[in-house]
């Protein structure tokens, strides 16, 4: 336990209102109070753009932070002092004056494979051909397009229990969701496949959760530190260096994985063009302490690949709202 200011203040916790928010906003606020049993922590929701956009393709919305800007607006507006977001859904570069204070233990990062009932039992590699994977993640778009040409790719938007109600229709064969999204709402058991990083590397900072707030709430940021987990920290470092230096927001193709072993930290990326056609692979490693320059090693390693046509081609093309 460690002690906080006297008379302890309240804290305000800003959150999404959909099930997943919730979900990581009230683990988060239940950990904190684990450490801080004198700090009051209140739960205030917001709606983001995010939430009520629905009916277009989000790579077509084209705005970062969809997810993140009211929340950030009430931050700076002193409504809320702090933030819990899906990492993933954050951009990698916060507006002036907030700072991301701590991000917590990672669940499995991993893409996963949920089936529809008639297809119990199989995998991506035996679906027939032209199933109907439902994803609205140009990342796992191109990644499976490349692997699988004889499948047809749907978009599907909406919360992720909208989404499983449209796939037990039948809209769709197979979706494609963030194992961590799954376990936190304890639907694991829907879970058919979890795809290895072979065949898709998953979003850059999937699985963990980011808090944001204020950067010069510097008592705030110790409270928030304590349940911090280092050594996700130190991968999620890497993996937004990464994003930020090729200037991808959540709605590109690019992929990650990334591994510590002892003092070291490997990151593998992937930036691929929409039709899965044109793709570059490749995997840094050096010392988890220098995480963002591994990030930043690896993007240019890519972009001497070919990364910034492929990444040029697709901004053209979402302008052009094709
Ligand atoms: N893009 C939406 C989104 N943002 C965060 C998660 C949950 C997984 C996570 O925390 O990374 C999801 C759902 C999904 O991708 O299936």
């Known amino acids: 336990m460690t002690s906080v200011s006297s008379p302890p203040r309240t804290i305000r916790i800003g959150s999404r209102k959909s099930q997943l928010a919730l979900v990581q906003t009230y683990w988060v606020r239940e950990q904190l109070e684990k450490n801080f049993p004198d700090v009051t922590f209140e739960v205030h929701t917001m709606s983001t753009q995010g939430d009520k956009i629905l009916d277009v393709a989000l790579a077509k919305i084209g705005d970062k932070g969809l997810f993140t800007k009211e929340l950030e607006l009430g ?35 991993a893409d996963a494979l949920v089936l529809h009932e008639k297809h119990k039992g199989q995998t991506i590699d035996t ?27 749907k978009d599907v938007r909406g919360n992720l229990i909208t989404r499983m109600e449209k796939l037990d229709k039948g809209e769709y064969d197979a979706l494609i969701l963030a194992v961590a999204g799954l376990e936190r709402l304890e639907m694991s058991d829907r879970i058919h496949q979890i795809l290895p990083a072979e065949i898709s590397l998953h979003a850059v900072g999937q699985g963990a959760l980011g808090i ?13 530190k304590a349940i911090e987990h280092p050594q996700t920290r130190d991968r999620c470092l890497a993996e937004r260096a990464f994003l930020r230096s090729l200037e991808g927001g959540c709605q590109v193709p690019i992929g990650v994985n990334t591994e510590v072993v002892g003092e070291n930290l490997t990151l593998t990326g992937i930036v691929a063009s929409v039709d899965g056609q044109k793709l570059v692979k490749d995997t840094v490693t050096g010392l988890a302490k220098d995480a963002e320059k591994i990030g930043t090693q690896l993007a240019n390693t890519l972009r001497q690949q070919g990364a910034t046509e492929i990444l040029e081609a697709i901004f053209t093309e979402i302008q052009r709202g094709s």
């Open 75 to 109: 931050m700076i507006n002193q409504e809320i002092d702090f933030a819990v977001h899906s990492l993933k859904d954050l951009p990698t570069n916060l507006p002036e004056g907030l700072a991301l204070a701590a991000i917590t233990e990672r669940e499995n990062p």
């Open 212 to 224: 944001e707030c204020r950067a010069d709430d510097t008592e705030l940021i110790t409270i928030l």
């Open 127 to 153: 679906l027939p051909e032209g199933a109907v994977i439902g994803t609205s993640s140009l990342r796992r778009l191109a990644q499976l397009r490349s692997q699988f040409p004889h499948f047809q790719f």
